[in-house]
């Protein structure tokens, strides 16, 4: 059974530095094609997607937030980390961490999230 | 706004069939990059419905269908049950933005 659950500080203050941690069960991050995603949803907004690593420790992230995120994972603990720098309150969200898999089809790498934690609220106060 | 564009809502009666729509683009959905459906109640994990257009896992009743055509696709939800009640958002990929984006969400009622 694949479960994941985030966690993490419910407040901080603009400007800190936000770090989360995703522990999951059920797979395991030294497995090849397995993978884990950061997505974020504020409140009454549609879902943004952060931050990937892969199995093999490739690390992609959001094109506008790439200067804030680092995404790391210390398989042993089976868990992956997410930091993100100098928060603001428009970074007010509930965040995500799924499990990310792939497929080729029509052509390319297809990827879809198949196991999803529930999220932890993270408020940033000015 | 989101890079996917859903309608915010959709409703129907117990029994009838809704279909959710997810507008995109040529750098996405028109690319060829497939679509992915997920079901979400408020304060749970979203739950995995459809991936490749149109293949559900296990445990998903086939009363939900996805469909895609050109720079769009579609969620179809036969034979309504007032527990398919929830929020529904859509997933592709954008060349152009390289990375993984949504639709905003729509949400369904049953009435």
């Known amino acids: 059974q694949v479960t994941l659950k985030e966690s993490g500080p419910a407040l901080v203050k603009a400007t800190q530095t936000l770090t989360l941690t995703c522990t999951f069960s059920g797979f395991s991050l030294t497995t090849s094609g397995m993978r884990v995603s950061w997505i974020r949803q504020p409140p009454g907004k549609a879902l943004e997607w952060l931050a990937r690593?892969?199995?093999?420790?490739?690390?992609f992230y959001s094109t506008s937030l790439k200067t804030r995120l680092t995404i790391s994972k210390a398989t042993s603990k089976n868990q992956v980390v997410l930091t993100m720098t100098n928060m603001d309150p428009v970074d007010t969200a509930t965040y995500y961490c799924?499990?990310?898999?792939?497929?080729?089809?029509?052509?390319?790498?297809?990827?879809?999230?198949?196991?999803w934690g529930q999220g932890t609220l993270v408020t940033v106060s000015s | 706004q989101s890079v996917l564009t859903q309608p915010p809502s959709v409703s129907g009666a117990p029994g009838q069939r809704v279909t959710v729509s997810c507008s995109g683009s040529n750098s996405n959905i028109g690319a060829g990059y497939d679509v992915h459906w997920y079901q979400h109640l408020p304060g749970t994990a979203p739950k995995f419905l459809i991936r490749?257009?149109?293949n559900r896992p296990s445990g998903v009743p086939d009363r939900f269908s996805g469909s895609k055509s050109g720079t769009s696709a579609s969620l179809a939800i036969t034979g309504l049950q007032a527990e398919d009640e929830a929020d529904y958002y859509c997933q592709s990929y954008d060349y152009s933005l390289s990375g993984w984006v949504f639709g905003g969400g729509t949400k369904l009622t049953v009435l």
């Open positions: 799924a499990r990310m898999r792939s497929y080729y089809g029509s052509g390319s790498n297809q990827y879809y999230f198949d196991y």
């Open positions: 690593i892969d199995w093999d420790d490739d690390k």
């Open positions: 490749g257009n149109n």
